[in-house]
């Protein structure tokens, strides 16, 4: 078997993934996104309904939920903007971007919600923190445990 080198964190609020699915309908809040935020280690997940993608609204909910030594994102320009560049450096967070993708360890997630939402479905919001329960009290395939024991 090859030597396979990783990334795994050491220890919980290490690393971040983060992602954004949308647009969705338009909800009765005004949200039409939802930023996706998971701890690479626990697999902790927040989700996030939120109105846009714009780099201010995303990094105003970041800084909600405290600040990470690194975060791996997609290269949407959201996450690519010079904003994000600059607060990433003040609060000496390192900004990891794969070549064009969000890395797999979070598109379960994504798909994990989509069964959540329907395409013509505009409460969509509604039902964020119900999918987030299940998702952080259910056995992580990577872990064994449930993210929000291991957090």
Same mark, same amino acid.
């Given at each position: ?33 939802? !930023? ?68 797999? *360890? ?7 919600? *989509? ?35 291991? !957090?």
């Amino acid at each position: 078997m090859p030597l396979t080198i990783t990334d795994t964190p050491q220890v919980v609020f290490e690393k971040c993934v983060m992602d954004i699915v949308g647009p969705l309908p338009e909800t009765e809040s005004g949200n039409r996104y939802l !930023l996706m935020c998971q701890d690479a280690l626990p697999k902790f997940t927040v989700m996030k309904p939120i109105p846009s993608q714009d780099a201010e609204t995303i990094l105003n909910i970041v800084l909600r939920y405290g600040i990470q030594q690194s975060i791996v994102t997609d290269q949407g320009s959201n996450f690519m903007s010079e904003m994000t560049k600059r607060t990433c450096k003040l609060l000496h967070v390192k900004k990891l971007t794969p070549l064009a993708t969000i890395p797999n *360890r979070i598109s379960t997630l994504v798909k994990f919600f *989509r069964h959540y939402v329907k395409h013509d479905q505009d409460d969509w919001d509604k039902w964020v923190p119900s999918a987030v329960f299940v998702f952080n009290t259910t056995p992580h395939s990577s872990t064994g445990f449930a993210p929000h024991k291991l !957090l």
